[in-house]
């Protein structure tokens, strides 16, 4: 029986987000990404007309600092943690449409070796043994926030991180698809060219590309002239066109910056949860529209925007910190 992985919409179960635990990696903003992410967690129970979250927290320390911040009703998962981004540490869920649900468990390299902390290179198997669910382990490097799915077979991708030779030098293209197939039920895949500007994941797509629906992609639009993404944006487009698929408009934040650089702020790194879609917003002109535009696609669901930006300074937001179950 064919396993696929079903599109984020589909009803889950619970789902994961990961705790800040070291101050290192949020210079000045560690209390405020903590604040955020706890925020983020209220939103997807949304007072338990959402689903379960578990907050999965370094140590006994974090987790009474994480208790105060949530509701109540949030679980607080003490696990050896390294950093907080399970879109591509923990282990990915994958259904065969008539009862049967596995985890599939893949290497992970600390985004090409740039990043290695201790905990994040087994946090997925633990993850997965606690479950008790069925798990596949794959021995070759990929993150869950380097493809994005609409439920079909269909994904998307960029060629600057799964091509990266800084994961797997012997992999090409072609490899790379079969491997998907098997275990994620990759049937065809979009493949993009490079990700957003200065991101440290070499170019995620859960960054740039996110499907709304089967068939269709949303993707942003430059909207002013200092956009250091607006190439990107229109090659991603014209690649999306070429491959027959439906583009849907999203707004670009444009330029934000921090220490005298352009950060990979982005409005595509949203999660969409049973009651909630939560989106990243920084305070820019373009908050609203970008919540209006999401706002036909996902009916019944509150569209809410919370403040992004100290998690951003520790290299991701609310899609990299988290990671779904599925109901099966």
Known sequence: MTFRMPAEWAPHDWTWIGFPTNADEWPGAFDAARQQIAAFANAL??????????????????A??????????????????????????????????????????????????????????????????????????????FEGGAVDTDGTGLFVTTEQC?????????????????????????????????????????????????????????LPVA??????????????????????????????????MVDGDPIPASYMNFYVGNAAVVVPVYGRPNDQAALDALRPFFPGRDIVGLRSDAILSGGGSFHCCSQQMPSL
């Open 162 to 218: 799964l091509l990266n030779p800084n994961r797997n030098p012997d992999l090409d293209r072609g490899k790379i698809e079969t491997l998907l197939a098997g275990s994620l039920g990759l049937s065809d895949m979009l493949w993009l060219g490079d990700g957003l500007l200065n991101d440290h994941t070499d170019g995620h797509v859960d960054n740039l590309a996110r499907f709304v629906a089967p068939g269709k992609l949303a």
């Open 64 to 141: 009474a600092a994480a208790r105060a911040m949530v509701d109540e009703a949030v679980h607080i998962v003490v696990a050896h943690l390294g950093d907080v981004w399970l879109r591509d540490t923990a282990p990915i869920a994958v259904l065969n449409g008539v009862g049967g649900r596995a985890l599939v468990d893949f290497g992970f390299n600390g985004w090409g070796g740039k990043y290695r902390m201790p905990g994040d290179e087994d946090i997925g198997a633990r993850l997965a043994a606690g479950t008790g669910f069925p798990t596949q382990t794959q021995h070759w490097v």
């Open 223 to 256: 909207t002013a002239d200092d956009d250091p993404n607006a190439a990107i944006y229109a090659d991603a487009r014209a690649r999306a066109k070429a491959h027959g698929i439906e583009v849907v408009d999203m707004p670009s934040p444009g330029l934000v």
């Open 45 to 62: 129970h949304a007072g338990g007309k959402g689903e379960e979250v578990r907050l999965v927290v370094d140590n006994e320390a974090d």
